[in-house]
């Protein structure tokens, strides 16, 4: 802030030099300061030091500043390899390495975690529900009777329903679930856990299996939101189509779609809907990570140009990728 | 030291006897114009507790100024042996507190203390640089602006940042922030000769700001959905109240600024050049405003070579030529010794850090996933 030049009448500016020497070098170098004593040069050094240290400190070298200071950034959690609950790829799919560790969220999504089924009263079968999951559902069918289905830590039961019927419960209870089952026919239940953490599929078999090939490419940029990633589209060995997506990062929000436009590299929402567009070809549950779409039949990715992420509640084109021959 | 810089008391001198000692008192005067940047500085800090929604507490503020204050009040008492009002150091640390945020600081709890650690380091390393970094026999750096800078880059993104280049929520306190900023420059930079400065900057900045809008450039910040680019790039930048306020109430230090009406010129262009040179690089608010600031640390540091330039801009010739001299290791001799001298060490490091470590910031994940509130309810700012 500016501290207005004033004159003083107690004592004037110590130390000051009015220099005739134009050079700056005149003014650094002040006449005659007295011998500094070792406590000083102790001190002098010590504080030369410590502003050597906070300069490399305030580069962050080898993220010091955030080793010692801490970080607001989540810790890195293991990504999900597959919409089920495994850690590691299903069967058939290429064997990848260790799932990867992210820091990014993605819109929460269901990843099915176990199917149960029987007849009639039972202790189910115990089930593992993420730390960091944000709850679990229960989607239900019965056929006769009335089946109820509780969590012992959770003080209301998930479903309390006359049969035949189905329909969804909630829980929230983390960690080990064991279910109390309480039915007079069959049922079936299929557990789910919504969670945010990426998902890294491995590519589709058919991708590289004889006869399929890339054939179109581009990299995502954003439109309103913040998109990254590559899309490719692959012709697959039945002719049909799908979409892969790599390293994909897509600002959350529930029921995006991905769509295809016949703008070669489409900016602004208005550009999006003023041209038509292809149908939605997928609904994206999860928005960061590595996915795969087959595309309709009816939609034939190679009468576009570009690639367009929707968001129809926003109203909104989030991100867009421009179509390269591959 | 150029403390006491405060108008003279009237006669008889007043003075207090301490132990048998005479000690002359020196009471704050109504004609010190710092009185009148601390009134556009404190109607900032209530309009910004009233309608624009800023993150510091009154707590934060006051303890902030009081520190400074304590402390130049301690020094200028020991060095000088006069009990002087501490004007300067009171304006540092409210010019700290107008600044710089602690992350996770709500609008409204008046009273919060949270990161109240990281004002009093800004505080405290902005009266050291003041009185230990003294290449030239004066303080070098501008106080309250490197205290923010040090904080921001060493403390970093997760736990501080400065107040957002856009002022709102109220369209009100927005008007009202102008015109306070736009009379209190008047007010002000008229006094102190340094609205040819203020001009020289803001041009510089708007041209060079306006090129990069052209040219694509845009930036990420947590109050805005979406990039900010084009036109939006341009007005955030060249007409924010942040940056008027760093123009007008912290480059206008005379103490700092050089003294010839041309090197104050050269001075705010090169801040503004040193500005958008750093802002190239940066995609983040956080980094932006970063920039912003460490434009002036670096730009200190070169004061005193614009006076040297101006003062043999004003030499004849002859005299010129005479100066100069043919070079030898005699006349590189000064520059061995100034090298040796700690202070000129400090301001050295302080100068090159300042601008590397600003740099650093563009390539900072951290920073962009807090821009994008990404980081969940821990959200730094």
Redesign the interface.
Known sequence: ???????????G?????VAE??????????PNPPPPSILQRAA?GF??LA??V??L????VAGM??RF??????EARPAAVSRGGETTPPDGAPATEAPRQS???SQPWWQSVTTLEGTGSMTAPAFAINADAVQWRVKWTCQSGRLLVSAPEQRRPAVDAACPGSDIGYGIQKGKVILQITATGPWQIQVDQSVDVPLFEPPLPAMSAPGARPVLTGSLY?I???GTGTVTVYRLPDGSHAVRLDDFFV?ANSDLELQFSPLEAPRTTKQVTDNDRSPSIATLDVTTGSLNFRLPAHVDPTQFRSFVIWCEVANSAYSAATLRPA | MTAPVVAAPASPKPHVTLRGEEIPVVLPSRRDPRFKLSAVVITLHILGQTLLDWKVSIAQILITMLLCGVIEFVITFRGQRIIAWPASGILTGSSVALILRASGTRHGDWWSLRGIQWFILAGLISLLAKHLIRPTGKHLFNPSNIGIVWCLLVIGPNHVFAQYLWWGPSRIGQALAFAVIIGGAIWILRAVRMIPMAVSFLVTFAVLTGIFALAGHSFIAIWHVGEISGLEYWVNLAFSPEVLVFVFFMISDPQTAPKPPLGRVVYGAATASVAAALIYFQTTEFGIKVAILSSLTVVCALVPFIEAWCRRRQLAPVELSESRGPTSPARLKPLVVALRRPAVIAALIVAVAAPIDTMALANNNQVVLIERGEVGKANAQ
């Open positions: 802030m500016p501290v207005p030049e004033t004159r003083a009448s107690g004592p500016p110590v130390g000051k030099v020497d134009p050079s700056p070098m005149a003014e650094l170098t002040l002098t504080g030369l502003l050597l906070s300069a400190f305030g580069g962050n500043r955030e200071l801490g970080s607001e950034t989540p820091v990014l969220r954003r309103d939101q913040v600002t």
